[in-house]
């Protein structure tokens, strides 16, 4: 007669769940990964169907952020010369403000001698 030595261990409800795969996968098919693409076509449409759900500003999911990236994709000099267009208008009034304030002061100093 053989003698042989048996051993058992024993898992705790949570150990056995982290320890022991109790799921059935051998038994499955294996299943294709997912893609996760569509096609420009689809986004297009998806886009239309959404397109006042998306908020008009913020970093991330936007139209100034869709803006944004496709401007820089496209290396966009148009864009440049807009803003640039803008910049140089908004100096332009600086300085015509700037003006009108110096003479502003200028007729209150004069106002103020005369008294």
Excluded: C, W
């Amino acid at each position: 007669m053989a003698n042989y030595s048996l051993s058992k261990t024993v898992y705790n409800k949570r150990e056995y769940q982290q320890v022991i795969d109790t799921s059935f996968t051998q038994f499955l098919p294996p299943t294709p990964p997912e893609e996760d693409t569509i096609t420009v076509e689809q986004f297009f449409t998806y886009y239309t169907k959404i397109f006042y759900d998306i908020p008009p500003q913020g970093d991330t999911n936007s139209h100034y952020y869709l803006v944004k990236t496709s401007g820089e994709y496209i290396k966009n000099p148009n864009v440049n010369e807009d803003v640039q267009i803008l910049l140089d208008e908004i100096s332009s009034l600086r300085q015509q403000l700037l003006v009108s304030q110096q003479q502003l002061l200028s007729l209150q100093i004069s106002s103020s001698s005369n008294i």
